[in-house]
Structures are given as structure tokens and as C-alpha cells.
């Protein structure tokens, strides 16, 4: 195999990057691959596992995990278009057809006769499917070669729906008929920054630069508005006072679950044998959320800040920020940030006269919803595929990266702490509600006027005043239907519903938008990502596409979740296609009971939610199209093609070659 | 194993389905439940395997005493503490037991999340039970029966996945059997050290798979097929060859090499089918090599020698022995050396040191020895199963084989003109066809043809050792037993009647009816085996030789 020296030495300095495991640099080294080769080879998947020491089999494992790699070549310019509820709402599904139209792509092509693995005789033509079994989203490639077209979950910018990748290149709000303009994107065309002045109802702490006019990403612009001074205040302050701060601020994570981040911290035990390790979870992937990439792209340094100073407070001295394997642009913005830091002394031995070292290392993941949760984070950080792992005995405060004490935490908490140092956990705890404190980055996407991020001090608002006042309403001459509140895990609200709080009832305008309240109302604030729904919407089309999202996101490593999702997914299909019989809605419900809790991890919940919420909230919409009584004619499961393929038996007289002869030499009688 | 100074195991108290029992610290939730007599529904859990927790069949649920703030155990109106349950179900096979806690095996919310698994995991299984290998030992089945459903509720087409892969020589997968346990990915990564196998794809997709530049040709393969709990992997020997609930089952122990490792032989009207390993933690654990469970072939060869042969004209036993016996009378000591085997049982070990006395031939008798390598895990370097009873009832030599050279220069110097072979290719311990040609006589004891059988004067049919019943010692010093599971071939017949007949023949002496009685004289003699019978011994063995016989490199134990 001709590595290219320029090739070897960026494989090399990655893998410098991981001085525990080598094994950690699969990824990067399969990105690597990818971007000189365009494709990840038999040959190179050898390679690669040659190069770590591993089983050929440990890459291959993970090249059909993550649907980012590709063992055969698309088109030389690769389009994604994002699939998930937001962009489909705004019209996906009919960009991508007219995309393919552009680049006279032929969706409808049947896919080659092909396995995984299959390569080689591409004559081009056609259009042709890149076999890609079990990522669900086939590539269709142009006859000529020249351009493919790919289906990709949640792309973390429900805000400016529909978006799509062009290469590396993003583009947002993008127009239908704008669609063969996407063939030619150059560079500056694509789209990140959108201006827009804050809502008077907003109190930007975190996104205080983000749209900021005059404001750039660069290390001089961030110390000329007082960076990392906060950094230098801590240093002054012994690591656990900085927990104590923490937990004073009543802080809680911002990736979903909510956890107080000071009592995670807490967890932590100092002075062990083991090092400690931080991990800043960049991989923002459930949709309705898009608050992370705008902080990595336009105000990187605030991270690093905030992530410096929570490596000092838990005594970390190696930190990773995984950022999901879409954002390749932010991945470069934070490599440019890290080496900016390194040259002022942030990083590296020593920081600013402190004692304390720390490096930090930027690494992608390849397209999987399940690192996001943070035992899929770690194991997927570690080049494994990112299944969860056991609570217990695998808390990563105690058995994390490298069974080591570890604290993963949201690119948003982290930022936060630069803030509760800077006006101490008290001042902190000022803003927002007791318990819900500090400040929500809400993205808010789907059919309201103006879409996009807010931040607001928690609890400051209503449902209501979000959608009505901050986002400008409904589009015109529509009536509000539900509303999922945080995230697309998030259950259901349904409009006219009301809720019994602790004190008193609510309609679901007056729910206030903060942890508590929405947990109390039977959903929960999440990850900030509110997608509203107006009348014209279809909720079983709705769910049906949240059910496509999580049976392709489905890790597939404990039984509920990997034969519930995909089964859940199968039966809206068919209701959807006029299929569906009486007992579905009650099938589809008892599924998602079935996953709900037995699972691994959250993803269980996260998958079972949606349908259990929806199918509770909208049944006659089910039952309006669950009418059969019996369910329609299945395909036979095999053909006969197939049939006579899967006979390979060979009659009992003939027996087969046993392999004795490779076999250790033992006794013969 | 001996426990003469462990410290005192601490235990715990711990309340199953309503009932407090103690558990000592350290034990697996799913095992105290067993221990319980509370059987917990498993797929992925395998006690030599870590726990990946994957399957979800063994969900229960669990609670930890409910403490006051000032952390005391809340004492319920019983007197005894009251459990805090947790909400959601947990899985029983990841975490241990500990003071205070209940568990529930099979409340409603139990059986709910078993019979949901169960679901899950056939809605895109194959059911095709009915040519299915695996069915009659099938866990899909078992816990279908007991907590499945009887009808579908799945109306959808199912997963496609590859069917009649060839993982390796031995293991044949089918993906859509498989329920993506990781039994055998664990396996070959934790215990045999070759991680080959992996999962492809994701999701409902998922489907475990070997790199095509590297398959599963590991000499453990075949132990993934035990442990697989469905029909996904199955061995490629013995598929299709026979319904398992067709075989008998005979615990006995592997002739291979001086592990001794223990093992059911799958056998029909003496016929085997398949060997597989039986669980015996002080031998092999449950693990066994595929090298010697497929080495059965040559039981069933029709070339087996049946028919008792003086010149290779076929005789009645009483003939063939009683002629051997004259042989051996007409010659003085010094003109006879005998060839034992360290593939016989002690009893016959036994019988020949009587054969040994009768013949008044003594230090003119050895053993053959079989070297090979030892792979670090079950194989042995000693291919030969019982070297070690040889050398404790002193069939062999010290250092077995050494007194061979005396036998090959006693035969060609013509002072040796006959010999007795127990077993053993004559041409193995040094002599060429010449000098077997040049011999007066020999006695041959044998199962197969081989280079010395053409030249047998006398040639006696014996069995082999599936067809015995006796005991062997291992190279750890355990004492094992052996069961019979197939009759031998035609006129053959057991090895130790052969030399109780020769021995009565040449010296007069009689009395062993039965193989028992024949342990029963030997335990007498030998010091070793005092107080044992051959029912003593047990299914798993007994340790009767306390130090490790030197020479023998450590073998691993797993």
C-alpha cells in the first residue's frame, strides 16, 4: 500500500494525539483515509489495523458503524441533505429530489446487486446506490460520477431548515428552487452566520457574541473583549472551591438530562492512581437542537475557557472535545482556537504561570446519534462503536475513558462555567429560578415565523410568549397543534391540552419554560430544541419521521431498542401507507412500553417517547388511519433467486472438509 | 478446591422474592437467584464471559434497603428491613449482591419485560425451528416456552441477513438466527486471545461477521458454537447430521493430551456424532479444543479390527488368547519386552503390571510418549492422556520412553524375540518393518490397523475409549473417569478383559468378573487410589496426586 508522505505524517500526528490508546485513533485515521481516498478500502481498513495493532475486523466494525465512512466512492461532489423532522417540514425530502434532478441523479435506481463490501466495476452508467446495508440512507450516485446525493439524520441547524452539506460546505434556508445552485457551491457561498439582532426578551450570556457585530472567532478578538481572564481568576482559586462555585450555581447540564454539573463534578475522587479525564460533548445530534455549532463557530475561545477551568477545577490534564463527524468546519475553527490558545500559553505546560498542564484534542465522530450519549462517547472516543455501556458499575465519574475517572459535560455547561466564575455561583444562581438557574439557549424551529436560538434566563418565559412574541407566531392563518419542547425525545405537547402543576392547572401557552415546570407537564426541557407544529401537519407523517431517525440511530447493541425502533418505524410506514390495521395504535404504543426503561441507556426512552406521547395525544389520528381489518398481503420473504442462494446445503452423504488439517496438531488414533 | 485457610467469607443477607437468604459477597445477582432456586431467563450472560448486559432477558427488579437520614435501615413492621424498590427493571447478570437488597424474579413487571424481550427478539427471527440444528437446545425456544407469546403480533417484513456464511473451516453462521448476544465475540476476545469476530452494520442490521482476511480458524472456534444460545453459529461437522435429542449423552473425559479435559460424547446406536465440552472448573473450565473434539472420526472407521487373528486367520477369542499365552510360556524372560501404552485407563495399567509379574519381565516394559507443543491453553504438551497412572503404577518409566532404546537394540542384537504391544505402533518406538519382521512373535492389542499389525502373530481387537469404562490420571494429578457410550465393533472387546484373560492363561491366576472389582484390587495395591472406587471418582475426578509431576510445563487453566 503507497501512503503518500503527507498523508502518513497527518496519521501520525494523530495518532500522537491519543497517548493512551492507540486504538482511539481509528476514527481519525478513518476520516484521514477518507478524505485523500475518497473511500475507505479493504485494503486500507487493513492498513489501518495494521498501523494500530488491531484485527482488521475492529475497523471494519467500525466503518459500517459510523454512516459517515464509505467502502465504495460517491460522486465526486457529495451532497447530504438533511432527513429529520425540521428540514423535512421545511421541504427535504422534495430539495433532495430536485437536487437529483439537477444532477441527473435517478433515485428511484435499483441498487446494484452488492454486499458491503462490494467494489470496483462502477461503469457509471447509471445512477447507482452505494450499498450502504443497515445505515438505512442509501448514496445515489450520477451516471457520469460527478455528483451523488445522500439522505443524513439531523444536521444541528433546525433553525434555517432545510440545510444541506455540499462536500464540507454548509448551507442553510435553502431555497427549493435554489437546489441545482447547490452543485456549484464554492466556498463562500456557504452559509454559517445568520445576523440577527437579539430579542429584547433574551439575555445573552453565553451567546453574548454570537451575531455580534464586528466580532470574529480569532484569539485576539476574544482577549481584546477580556478572554480568558476568567481563566486567571481561577487560578487563584484551590480546584474544589471552583466545584463549590459550581454547585452553588445550581448549574445543570445542558446536553438533555439535566444533571447538576457541580454534583457531577463532585463525584470525582482527587488523588487516586488513575488520572482524571474531561470531555467536552460537541456532538450535537437531537434534532431540534442547534445552540452548540453556533458557539464552536463564531466564539471557540469561550469554550476552551470554560473547559480549561473545569479541567483545573476536576484536575484533568487531558481533555478531548468530541464534536460530531457533520461539523468538519467547526472541527477546524476549534483546531485553529487550540493552536491559538497553545501559542498564548492556555495550553501546555504551565498555563499562565498556574503549575497546572493541560492539552486538549479535538476529535470527530462519524454521523452516530448515539455518542452523544456519554458512555457511547467515551466508547466510540476509545475506536470502538458507541455502544452505551452498564450503569453500573460503568459511571464515568468512577470506570470512564480508559476506565478511568471522567466527566463528559455539554459544550453549553462548559461555557457556563467560564460565566459562574466570572460572576461567582451566586450571581449565577441570580438569573433564572431556584433550581432552574442561569440562562437556555431555546432553539425554536418548525412553523413559526422566526425560527432560531434565544437565550433567555430559565423560567423567564412562557410557551406561549416563545412562540407568539419571540418567534413572531404562527405562519399566517395557522392554529397551533403541539409543540415538543426539548428536544425530538422530548414527549409531546399537545395545543389545548392543560396541565396540572403543583399549585395550579395550565394551558399549554402558560407552561413556563424551564426544567421543572416541563417535567411536571409529563415532557421535559431536554436539550432546548422546541419544534413547533401547526394544523397543517400530519402526526402520524410526524412521528413516523422521528421513527425513521431513531430505528437508523438505534446503536442495535441491547434487544429492546434495536428490534423496537426499527419495528416502530415499520409499523408507521404502513399505516401511512394505508396499511394500517385496528390493533396498530394500541401495538404502537405497547412497542414503545416495551423499549421505555429496559433498555441500556436513555435512548430507549429517547426512541419510545415520541410514539408513546404521540399515539397518546392524537390517537384518532391513528385510528383514522388504521382502519383494515386485516393488514395488507406481505411480500414473500424470500424469492426465488434468494431461496435457491441460501441453499448451499450439501447433503449429509458428502461431507464437508472439516479444516482438520489447519488445526493444531493433536493425538490421531 | 481446598479451602484450608481461606479467610472467612463475609456474607450477605438478601431477600428473593420474599425470602431472606445469605449469599457470600461477591456473588452474581443472576447466581444467588439460581442458588434460590429462582432461575433468571438469560442470552448474553455467560459466567466465564464478562457481562455486557446486552440481551435484557435477565431483567428483575431490585431494591437496597431504605435508610433514615442518619443512613440506619428502615426496620418494616416484620422486624426485618424495609427495601426501597427501584422504579425501573434492572438487569441481574452485571452486579453483585449486597446487604439488604430484594430482588423480585417474577413479579408482573418482571414478566412483562421478559415476555417484551422475548418479543423483540423473534419478530425477526427466522422460526425455522424445524431445520434448525440447534433446535432441542435451543434457549429461543426454552424461554419461548416459558415466557413467549403464542402468536405474532408482527406484521412487517423482516430483517434479511446473511444465511450459510462460512465464519471459518468449522463455524457456519446464520445472521438472522443470531440475537446479537456477543457471546462469541467475547469469547474469542477474552478467553482464546484471537479477536476475529465482530459486528458489522447497525441497529436492527446488525450482523456479526469475520474480516475476510482473517476468519475464524482459531483451534477454539467450535467453542463459540456451545455457547451460542441460538442456532446462529453451528458446527459445520456436525450439521445437519442428526437431531440432538436423538443423541446419547456420556460424560468422559478427552484422550487427547494430558489435560484430560472433561466432555459429553453425542453418540446413536454407536454412532458418535459430536464431542462437546462439559463445565469442570479444575480441568477446563467449559472450554474445550476443536483439534480434539472433531478427533473422533476413527471410532466408527470401518477398517476398526474386529476379529481376533493368529497368522491373519481369523480365531475365537478363547484360541487367540490361549495361543498368545503359549507364545509367552515358550520364551524365557529375557526373550520378551512389552509396549503399554499412555492411552490406557489405569486399570489396564494395572492389569499389565500383573501381565509384567506373570511374565517376571521386569524394567523390560515402557510406554510410548507423544510430545507436542502446548498451546498455553488447553492443549498439553503430554499428548498422551494418562502418562501420569503409568508412571504411578510403573508401566512406564521414570522418564517415559527412555528404556524404548533397550527394546529397538534387544531386537536387533536378537536377544528380544517377542513382543507385546498394548496399543502401540511398534514402528513409534523405534522399530522399522525389518526388525518386526524379524521377531517370532508378536501380540498385538489394537483398535486400527497400523505398521505393526500386518506382523502380529497374534492380534487382539480392543476398544476404544469411548467404549470403556476406567480412569485416568491427568497431568495435574486428578483422577477421572470414563463412560461407555457405544459398544465396540464386532468381536472386540474391552481392552483390561483381553489382558485378564492373557494373564489367566499365562499364570492361572483368576477372580475379576467386573471392572469394579478390578479397581477395587487396584486401590488395594496402590495407595494412590485408597478408599476410591470407580463410582467414587464422581463426574468431575478427584485430586489423588498432590504434587505437580515435574517436566511438564504449567498449563493455563481457564
Not at chain 1, 64 to 88: D, E, K, N, Q
Not at chain 1, 93 to 108: M, P, S, T, V
Not at chain 1, 394 to 421: M, R, S, W
Not at chain 2, 463 to 473: D, L, N, P, V
Request: aromatic share 6%; glycine share 10%; net charge negative.
Amino acid at each position: 500500500m503507497n501512503i503518500p508522505d503527507g498523508l502518513l505524517a497527518k496519521i501520525d500526528e494523530a495518532i500522537s494525539h491519543y497517548p493512551v490508546s492507540k486504538r482511539s485513533a481509528s476514527l481519525p485515521l478513518l476520516h484521514l483515509w477518507q478524505e485523500h481516498f475518497g473511500f475507505i478500502s479493504d485494503e486500507g481498513i487493513t492498513w489501518i489495523a495494521e498501523k494500530l495493532g488491531l484485527q482488521p475486523v475492529n475497523i471494519l466494525e467500525l466503518v459500517t458503524f459510523y454512516p459517515m465512512f464509505r467502502r465504495i466512492p460517491a460522486g465526486r461532489r457529495h451532497i447530504r441533505v438533511c432527513r429529520t423532522l425540521s428540514c423535512a417540514m421545511a421541504g427535504s425530502y422534495e430539495l433532495k429530489e430536485r437536487i437529483a434532478a439537477a444532477a441527473g441523479i435517478d433515485l428511484l435506481a435499483k441498487a446494484p446487486e452488492a454486499h458491503g463490501g462490494h467494489h470496483g466495476d462502477q461503469e457509471h452508467d447509471s445512477s447507482h446506490h452505494v450499498e450502504n446495508v443497515g445505515h438505512g440512507n442509501p448514496i445515489t450516485v450520477s451516471p457520469d460520477g460527478a455528483y451523488s446525493v445522500e439522505f443524513v439524520e439531523c444536521l444541528a441547524s433546525c433553525g434555517s431548515a432545510p440545510v444541506a452539506m455540499v462536500d464540507d460546505l454548509f448551507r442553510e434556508n435553502v431555497k427549493l428552487e435554489d437546489a441545482p445552485r447547490l452543485l456549484e457551491l464554492q466556498r463562500s457561498d456557504a452559509t454559517m452566520p445568520r445576523v440577527l439582532a437579539p430579542h429584547p426578551r433574551e439575555k445573552r450570556l453565553v451567546f453574548k457574541n454570537i451575531d455580534r457585530d464586528g466580532w470574529t472567532n480569532d484569539i485576539d478578538c476574544y482577549l481584546r473583549d477580556g478572554g480568558y481572564e476568567d481563566l486567571k481568576k481561577a487560578f487563584g482559586m484551590a480546584p474544589e472551591a471552583i466545584v463549590e462555585e459550581v454547585k452553588k450555581s445550581g448549574l445543570r447540564g445542558r446536553g438533555g438530562a439535566g444533571f447538576p454539573c457541580g454534583v457531577k463534578w463532585g463525584f470525582i475522587k482527587r488523588g487516586g492512581p488513575k488520572p482524571t479525564y474531561l470531555i467536552c460533548n460537541a456532538d450535537e445530534s437531537e434534532p431540534g437542537t442547534f445552540k452548540d455549532r453556533y458557539i464552536i463557530h463564531q466564539d471557540p475561545h469561550q469554550l476552551l475557557e470554560g473547559m480549561i477551568i473545569s479541567c483545573f477545577a476536576v484536575g484533568a490534564s487531558l481533555a478531548y472535545i468530541y464534536i460530531r463527524g457533520e461539523f468538519p468546519e467547526g472541527a477546524q475553527i476549534l483546531e485553529k482556537a487550540l493552536a491559538e490558545a497553545r501559542s498564548k500559553g492556555f495550553l501546555g505546560k504551565n498555563i499562565v504561570g498556574s503549575g497546572f498542564d493541560l492539552e486538549i484534542y479535538v476529535h470527530r465522530g462519524a454521523g452516530a446519534y448515539i455518542c452523544g450519549e456519554e458512555t457511547g462517547l467515551i466508547e466510540s472516543l476509545e475506536g470502538k462503536r458507541a455502544y452505551p455501556r452498564i450503569k453500573p458499575p460503568y459511571f464515568p465519574a468512577v470506570l470512564g475513558l480508559y476506565q478511568c475517572p471522567t466527566i463528559v459535560n455539554n459544550v453549553e455547561t462548559l461555557c457556563d462555567v467560564k460565566h459562574i466564575i466570572a460572576m461567582t455561583g451566586e450571581g449565577f444562581a441570580k438569573l433564572g429560578k431556584p433550581n432552574n438557574t442561569g440562562t437556555r439557549i431555546l432553539c425554536v424551529s418548525g412553523d413559526v415565523q422566526r425560527p432560531g436560538y434565544y437565550e433567555v434566563e430559565v423560567g423567564s418565559l412562557t410557551m406561549g410568549e416563545l412562540i407568539y412574541d419571540v418567534c413572531g407566531g404562527l405562519k399566517e392563518g395557522r392554529t397551533l397543534k403541539a409543540v415538543i419542547p426539548g428536544g425530538s425525545s422530548a414527549k409531546v405537547l399537545k395545543a389545548g391540552e392543560t396541565y396540572k402543576l403543583k399549585d395550579r392547572e395550565v394551558k399549554l401557552e402558560d407552561l413556563v419554560m424551564d426544567f421543572d415546570t416541563l417535567a411536571a407537564a409529563g415532557s421535559m426541557a431536554g436539550s432546548g430544541g422546541v419544534i413547533v407544529m401547526d394544523d397543517t401537519r400530519d402526526m402520524v407523517a410526524t412521528l413516523n419521521n422521528l421513527n425513521e431517525f431513531y430505528a437508523h440511530e438505534s446503536c442495535g447493541q441491547c434487544t429492546p431498542c434495536r428490534e423496537g425502533a426499527l419495528w416502530m418505524k415499520k409499523i408507521t410506514d404502513r399505516v401511512l401507507a394505508g396499511g394500517g390495521t385496528e390493533s396498530d395504535p394500541d401495538i404502537l404504543k405497547n412497542v414503545a412500553d416495551n423499549i421505555a426503561g429496559k433498555t441500556i441507556c436513555a435512548f430507549g426512552e429517547a426512541c419510545a417517547w415520541p410514539t408513546q406521547s404521540f399515539v397518546l395525544k392524537f390517537r384518532e389520528e391513528f385510528t383514522g388511519k388504521s382502519q383494515k381489518l386485516v393488514p395488507p398481503p406481505m411480500p414473500p420473504e424470500y424469492n426465488s433467486d434468494e431461496l435457491i442462494a441460501n441453499d448451499r446445503i450439501e447433503p449429509v452423504s458428502a461431507p464437508r472438509d472439516t479444516g482438520r488439517e489447519v488445526m493444531a496438531p493433536a493425538a490421531t488414533k | 478446591m481446598s479451602t484450608e485457610t481461606a479467610a472467612p467469607v463475609q456474607m450477605v443477607n438478601v431477600q428473593i422474592d420474599g425470602v431472606w437468604h445469605q449469599f457470600p459477597k461477591g456473588t452474581r445477582v443472576i447466581e444467588a437467584c439460581s442458588q434460590a432456586q429462582k432461575f433468571i431467563p438469560r442470552y448474553c450472560y455467560h459466567p466465564k464471559l464478562s457481562s455486557p448486559g446486552n440481551c435484557r432477558m435477565c431483567l428483575v427488579e431490585m431494591g437496597m434497603p431504605k435508610m433514615t437520614p442518619d443512613r440506619k435501615p428502615v426496620i418494616g413492621a416484620d422486624g426485618k428491613p424495609e427495601i426501597g424498590w427501584i422504579p425501573r427493571p434492572q438487569i441481574s447478570c452485571a452486579q453483585d449482591v449486597a446487604e439488604g437488597m430484594g430482588i423480585r424474579t417474577d413479579s408482573p413487571m418482571v414478566q412483562d419485560c421478559r415476555k417484551g424481550v422475548m418479543e423483540f427478539l423473534l419478530i425477526n427471527h427466522p422460526l425455522d425451528c424445524p431445520i434448525c440444528d440447534q433446535a432441542g437446545e435451543c434457549r429461543l425456544q426454552e424461554f419461548s416456552v416459558e415466557y413467549g407469546q403464542a402468536h405474532s403480533r408482527f406484521l412487517e417484513p423482516k430483517v434479511k441477513k446473511p444465511k450459510n456464511v462460512e465464519l471459518g473451516p468449522r463455524v457456519t453462521l446464520d445472521a438472522e438466527r443470531c440475537i446479537l448476544c456477543t457471546r462469541c465475540i467475547r469469547f474469542m476476545n477474552e478467553v482464546a486471545k484471537d479477536d476475529v469476530i465482530g459486528i458489522l452494520d447497525r441497529g436492527s442490521f446488525s450482523t456479526i461477521a469475520c474480516h475476510p482476511g482473517r476468519i475464524l480458524d482459531n483451534n477454539y472456534s467450535l467453542n463459540t458454537v456451545d455457547i451460542c444460545p441460538v442456532g446462529a453459529l453451528t458446527n459445520t461437522d456436525f450439521r445437519f447430521k442428526m437431531r440432538v435429542w436423538f443423541l446419547k449423552e456420556t460424560k468422559t473425559i478427552d484422550i487427547n493430551c494430558g489435560t484430560g479435559s472433561n466432555i459429553v460424547v453425542g453418540s446413536r446406536e454407536n454412532t458418535i456424532y459430536r464431542i462437546t465440552p462439559r463445565e469442570n472448573n479444575e480441568v477446563n473450565g467449559v472450554w474445550l479444543p476443536d483439534s480434539h473434539r472433531l478427533n473422533f472420526k476413527w471410532v466408527n472407521d470401518p477398517k476398526r479390527l474386529q476379529q481376533p487373528l493368529v497368522k491373519s486367520q481369523p480365531v475365537d477369542w478363547r484360541t487367540a488368547t490361549a495361543i498368545a499365552a503359549e507364545i509367552l510360556k515358550s520364551k524365557t524372560s529375557s526373550e520378551v519386552w512389552l509396549v503399554a501404552s499412555g492411552r490406557a485407563t489405569n486399570e489396564e495399567l494395572f492389569l499389565t503390571t500383573r501381565l509384567i509379574d506373570a511374565l517376571e519381565i521386569q524394567k523390560q516394559h515402557d510406554i510410548i510418549p507423544r510430545q507436542g507443543e502446548a498451546d498455553g491453553l488447553l492443549i498439553a504438551a503430554d499428548r498422551n492422556p494418562n502418562t501420569t497412572g503409568a508412571k504411578l503404577l510403573g508401566v512406564s518409566a521414570k522418564d517415559p520412553g527412555s528404556r524404548l532404546k533397550r527394546l529397538v537394540e534387544g531386537v536387533r542384537s536378537g536377544a528380544i524375540k517377542v513382543v507385546v504391544t498394548l496399543g502401540e505402533d511398534l514402528t513409534k518406538a523405534g522399530l522399522n518393518e525389518t526388525d518386526l519382521a524379524k521377531l517370532e512373535a508378536i501380540i498385538a492389542l489394537d483398535v486400527l490397523p497400523n505398521r505393526t499389525t500386518p506382523y502380529a502373530t497374534v492380534l487382539l481387537p480392543g476398544s476404544a475409549w469411548i467404549e470403556k469404562r476406567g480412569s485416568m490420571i491427568n497431568l495435574k494429578g486428578r483422577l477421572q473417569r470414563l463412560n461407555r457410550g457405544a459398544a465396540a465393533p464386532g468381536e472386540a472387546r474391552d481392552d483390561w478383559e483381553i489382558l485378564r484373560d492373557l494373564i489367566h492363561g499365562i499364570s492361572g491366576s483368576n477372580g475379576l468378573y467386573m471392572i469394579e472389582d478390578l479397581f477395587k484390587a487396584m486401590a488395594a495395591d496402590v495407595p494412590e487410589f485408597g478408599g476410591l472406587s470407580l463410582s467414587k471418582i464422581g463426574d468431575l475426578g478427584l485430586p489423588v496426586i498432590k504434587e505437580k509431576p515435574a517436566a511438564e510445563p504449567a498449563e493455563a487453566v481457564i
